[in-house]
């Protein structure tokens, strides 16, 4: 039981992909705990971010279109790619690449 996608191979339990996004945030300098949705009251219209999609999604279902992707996709590498050896920075840098490549097919990541 987990959170799988359509077009990756990349899983992750629910708990890890809470770590994996809080591990995102902070990088980028936010809080999730503080953000609407996670318990806080900080706005998203606020976070200035291509990785702004991925923090503020359904942990469960739903999906990332090619726009938000084309977004997400380089800043996820770049961040991930600053991380110390670790799961996270494996399944991160290999989402970033699934990302890429649904952008070139033009397909959505959908979150299964």
Sequence with gaps: ???????????????????????????????????????GYNPWSTVRSGLKPLLNHSD????????ELRLIY?????????WQDSLYKSRGLQLADDMEKCVRDKVSLEFC
């Design 1 to 39: 039981m987990g959170l799988d996608f359509n077009r990756s191979d990349v899983h992750f339990s629910y708990s890890g992909f809470n770590e994996f996004r809080e591990k995102l945030a902070l990088s980028i300098g936010i809080s999730l705990k503080n953000m609407s949705g996670f318990g």
């Design 60 to 67: 469960c279902d739903g999906d990332l279109s090619v726009q």
């Design 74 to 82: 380089p800043e996820l590498r770049s961040v991930c790619e600053k």
